[in-house]
């Protein structure tokens, strides 16, 4: 069974950083470049959407226009690791934060993290 785990959340100011990390195993034989992975976010009373994603080798990201230019996701394929680096935060990225993984043989997020909360003062 693939299980995703994250950390790095917490409170910061606004203006501050945080970088958030998944780490992936028990991918049953498939390494951790055969999915493609991504960010997701849900804050209270709001539909879950989507923040970052990062293709299998890293060559292609795209973001949510809410967080270009602020927003990173990143990938470490030897250490199957994703990231997310996060600066000049808003109160509005307050947050529970979710890294997703998409097996190439699906193209769907299949497998999910518990969430790392991500809270942001003014």
């Known amino acids: 069974q693939v299980q995703l785990v994250e950390s790095g959340g917490g409170l910061v100011q606004a203006g501050g950083s945080l970088r958030l990390s998944c780490v992936v195993s028990g991918a049953s034989g498939r390494t951790f470049s055969s999915y493609a992975m991504g960010w997701f976010r849900q804050a209270p009373g709001k539909e879950r959407e989507s923040v970052a994603q990062?293709?299998?080798?890293?060559?292609?990201?795209s973001y949510a226009d809410s967080v270009k230019g602020r927003f990173t996701i990143s990938r470490d394929n030897a250490r199957n690791t994703a990231y997310l680096q996060m600066n000049n935060l808003k109160p509005e990225d307050t947050a529970v934060y979710y890294c997703a993984a998409e097996p190439a043989r699906t193209l769907k997020y299949d497998y999910w993290g518990q969430g790392t909360q991500v809270t942001v003062s003014s």
């Open positions: 990062i293709s299998r080798f890293g060559g292609d990201t």
